[in-house]
């Protein structure tokens, strides 16, 4: 398993970006798979995007167009930048890790996350 810390996340209003960053501890982070997940309250984890190890990536619907996923594999890093953001992104951002295949949307397929980080959206 890996360690993995969120940071980046904050205030910010309707219309606006922020870029998330994940850090991985551990040498075989670019043989990972990583995802990003949010979690609103009162309402269940939901995928976000997710990162191959080899950088082909998915994203949700609702986010498509708008967030980027990318990773460094010399920082050992993941990224989800996030433009035009709305309210309804308001939520806890957490990271992923899955030492598989492709770039699941399931997170029963995820092995270690990190604790999150909050994003919230002003109108």
């Known amino acids: 398993q890996v360690q993995l810390v969120e940071s980046g996340g904050g205030l910010v209003q309707a219309g606006g970006s922020l870029r998330l960053s994940c850090a991985a501890s551990g040498r075989t982070f670019s043989s990972y798979a990583m995802g990003w997940f949010r979690q609103a309250p009162g309402k269940e984890r939901e995928f976000v995007a997710a990162i191959s190890w080899s950088g082909s990536t998915t994203y949700a619907d609702s986010v498509k167009g708008r967030f980027t996923i990318s990773r460094d594999n010399a920082k050992n890093t993941v990224y989800l930048q996030m433009n035009s953001l709305k309210p309804e992104d308001t939520a806890d951002y957490y990271c992923?890790?899955?030492?598989?295949?492709?770039?699941?949307?399931?997170?029963?397929?995820?092995?270690?996350w990190g604790q999150g980080t909050q994003v919230t959206v002003s109108s």
């Open positions: 992923a890790a899955n030492k598989g295949a492709g770039q699941p949307s399931n997170p029963r397929r995820y092995d270690s």
